[in-house]
């Protein structure tokens, strides 16, 4: 049986994105950065429509996947008019406290990792207010020509 390698190597691909995430936020340790990893990719889970969630999160890696879609009650209220920031701080509430940069360093792993072919579906699908950041995570990714997806 052939595994694909989206699965065999998911665990070192997630880890490749929170020791991006742990040097892009100057954070202490992975057990600083996957929790606030986990934080902004539920978030936006949370603030978009069904099929829209359902499509980013078909654009990330298998482990990047699950993360997303952990613990996910679609039709769940989510507090509607919070800050993204606020939000994404209370889901780390316990944990750490992220930097004020979080939410723009987190869409710039995503930018710079998430498979290129998959990135219009994020421009599409993200949240309108996290576009302006999202667009900022690009161009900064398109300065870059390291391997994505890993």
Avoid: C, K
Wanted: aromatic share 4%; net charge negative.
């Amino acid at each position: 049986m052939t595994i694909p390698l989206d699965v065999t190597n998911a665990t070192e691909q997630l880890e490749q994105w929170v020791l991006e995430l742990q040097a892009r936020a100057m954070l202490g340790s992975v057990n600083q950065s996957f929790p606030m990893l986990r934080a902004v990719l539920q978030e936006i889970r949370d603030r978009l429509p069904l099929e829209d969630a359902l499509r980013l999160a078909d654009a990330l890696p298998a482990l990047a996947r699950g993360v997303m879609l952990e613990g996910w009650r679609p039709g769940a209220p989510n507090p509607a008019g919070r800050p993204f920031l606020e939000a994404v701080r209370a889901r780390v509430a316990g944990h750490h406290a992220p930097p004020d940069t979080i939410v723009d360093d987190v869409l710039a792993v995503l930018a710079h990792r998430v498979y290129p072919q998959y990135l219009a579906v994020l421009t599409e699908r993200l949240p309108a207010e996290l576009r302006p950041a999202w667009r900022a995570a690009l161009a900064e990714a398109s300065g870059t020509s390291p391997a994505r997806g890993g």
